[in-house]
């Protein structure tokens, strides 16, 4: 049975999940150095904001196959490093989006009308009405910094309460934008128009100090600036100087440049300021939604069926990979095919889809024929996951075309890999919805179905050349499963391709290719 580690409070709804198909273990608190001499044993690591899963959690992870993070930002894993050892990285991308909202917009009213020193106030039995004068925020405007699934929810609720939305996010349309009823700026401008700034975006080295004291410098005295994204999008230095010298009139932080938040001179600010320890997603509903959605991901890929929300893997509804799977096999197999023809040192891969195909999404296909084509050279070490990196760093250009237009069969997928062995290409159908067919090779038309073992001539289309090559194979012991022949012209040259049983001994390629009329011959191991 496969072994899940838990190494952060999760709901038990997703510990339901994972004991369905795997030992659970819930060891929360773990020092950095704990978590490392664990992780060995482990299949899967499911993880909210509180565990940092670095480069040396991931090298020990011999046997790790996936990252299950139950919330939205991936910031505490090394997603690269996984990604280099095939470790699929999964979030929760919806779950707690309401509950992220929320907590920046109850900290937008709390802030506006001092309701935690208030509270504190009344519980410490003083009654002061006075100190406690707020300002209204209907007719106000706000600044949404990143319109994505929580800038949005913001957007709309606070537009609900008569605020008027300026919005920075450079990845979306003006008419999007329209839509959620807000008008695209720039960043200086809502700097300097907004009354209350809210942060929505991840932290990126783009994003990293985006409020530093420049940008503060620009805002109105009286701007109020919410940030339940990440730490380390506001200098918190340069928040301190501007709060305490009255530059702006306020802030309200759940998330910060080191958590737990340590010593920090922002508790000496008083009502102008509060601070939440990064509870934007700590809601019940949102706790349940994000411990099922990762849970039921980590069971899917512990079953060997693919993620719906992998990070590092493109992330396929299920109908669409139901509808492309069979082309994923496809792409693999063609890709292994063409790598082991081309051999080895491949330098350049051609990737057509070609009719119906050609609608498809591409980059599933293109990963699955990388993954093909590599799997001779890393055998279980390339994945879904890595190939891409894997074919990069080997220098491989990839080529993707589409061409609709190729109409001899419904949909059709061609590949070409230049290697040390030559250029060569090969295509294939799916038929009847699962079966692979490979319908050309090297412009040579035939309809074989991959085996095993195959063996590929090219030959001169003369009588008694198939007769040699059978008695060849017998004389060492070869059973032939199949064979076709593909030609252009009548006794022109011709592709031979033979299904045999067993792999071909070493040494019988060489007299394959001393065979008067026989050019070349290739083996192959699917
Ligand atoms: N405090 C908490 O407990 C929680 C915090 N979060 C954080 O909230 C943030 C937003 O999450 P979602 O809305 O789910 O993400 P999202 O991916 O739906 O939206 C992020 C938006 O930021 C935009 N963006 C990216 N770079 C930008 C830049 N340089 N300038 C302006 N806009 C930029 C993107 O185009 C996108 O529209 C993330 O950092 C996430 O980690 C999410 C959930 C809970
Ligand atoms: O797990 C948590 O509570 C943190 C949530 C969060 O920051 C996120 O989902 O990005």
Known sequence: MPKVLVSDPIDQSGLDILAQVAQVDVKTKLTPEELVQAIPNYDALMIRSGTKVTSAVIEAASQLKIIGRAGVGVDNVDVVAATRRGIVVVNSPEGNTIAAAEHALAMMLSLSRNIPEADQSVKASTWNRKAFTGVEVYKKNLG???????????????????????AYDPFISKERAAELGCSLVDLDMLFQESDYITLHIPKTSETAHLINAAALDKMKPTARIVNCARGGIIDEAALYEALSNGKIAGAALDVYEEEPLGESSLRELGKSVILTPHLGASTAEAQVNVAIDVAEQIRDVLLGLPARSAVNIPGLRPDVLEKLRPYLQLAETLGNLVGQLAGGRVEQVQIRLQGELANQDSKPIVIATLKGLLTNALRERVNYVNASIEAKERGIKVIETRDASVKDFTGSLYVSAKGSLGEHAVT????????????????????????????????????????????????????????????QIVRGDAIMVLSIDDPLPDGILEEITKVSGIRDAYTVAL
């Open 428 to 487: 294939g159908i799916i038929l009847g919805g699962s079966e692979v067919r490979i319908t050309d090779i090297n412009q040579f038309p035939i309809n074989v179905p991959p085996t095993k073992y195959m063996l590929f001539t090219l030959h001169r289309d003369m009588p008694g050349i198939i007769g040699k090559i059978g008695s060849l194979l017998g004389s060492f012991n070869v059973n032939i499963a199949s064979m076709q022949v593909g030609r």
């Open 144 to 166: 949404v910094v990143g319109l994505g699934k929580i800038g949005s929810h913001v957007a709309t609720v606070a537009r609900a309460m008569g605020m008027t939305i300026l």
